[in-house]
């Protein structure tokens, strides 16, 4: 007889389905969000900060930033590996096959690498999932049975006509009680939520659900003692649905407030600036303008602001020899 993970179907869910579907109509297409890559950036790493949070990484996200870009950081050296590993995770999520699990081993191998031994491996061993105050939640089950329970767990995931919004939350849910990994089960749990789900809209991928999962750390933790007590995910789904519902509504907050950046002078400047540097006169020759002011209160710093364009000599933003170019 096929796997099939215990829940229930509730009014609260299907409210919350329709509540998601209202606000992901808003943003329309991964499209709107290609206009903003600052707001792409900073969408991942809010990602990756949160989920890593959550186990206690101790970096912020503007450290988490400079880390990312190269910049030397005070921390401990196990979080700055652990950021790096984790964004360069995120950074594979659109060449990801959500239903494989050899795809998800290479990925755990990535996000672990340098911080367990057995990275990218099934654990061998017992393992516990622990809430944010380091009090046992669950004992997950014997490590000899955990590849046959994630390999009906991908099928069903693979098979199942279940709405993808509550099927990804089912996973998440199933993944965390089957505890596959000797470490990094709540970060690859969180993350293979975002995979899923981006397989159906790929606008997912900058939808950083983590963050509000953090923000309701506590209550996430019982989300899963209560589905576990419950032996039923239902609890957690319902959760898990109120978190994406919440993560879409402060990305479509953040979408419309970059859009009072794009004018009509800015959308012309993305007409004719590229990806090589042009000065201000090659620009402003192109555009047709005299005032220098006009335009780079018009349509510099705007594009600048949106994060659409970036200078070649940051650092001296007044220099005679700046030039600018399309992200």
Known sequence: MPYKPPFELTEEMIDLVSKIMENLGYLNSINEL?????????????????????????????????????????????DIQAAKNAFAAYKMISRIDAYDISSLLKVHRIMMSGLIADAGSFRSKGVGIFDFANNLVHMAPPAKIVFDNMRNLFVWLKTSDTNILIKSCVFHYEFEFIHPFSDGNGRMGRLWQTVILSKWKPIFEWIPIESIIKDNQEAYYKAIECSTKKSTSTPFIEFMLLCINDAIKDIVMNSRSHYKHISRQVNALMEVIDVYPQSTNELMEKLHLKSKDSFRNHYIKPALEAGLIAMTSPDKPRSRNQGYYKI
Do not use: W
């Open 34 to 78: 290609e206009k903003f890559p600052r707001l792409r950036r900073v969408s991942r790493l809010k990602s990756v900060q949160s989920s890593l949070a959550i186990e206690n990484n101790t970096l912020s996200l503007e450290e988490i930033s400079d880390v990312i870009d190269g910049r030397k950081v005070l921390g401990k050296q196990e």
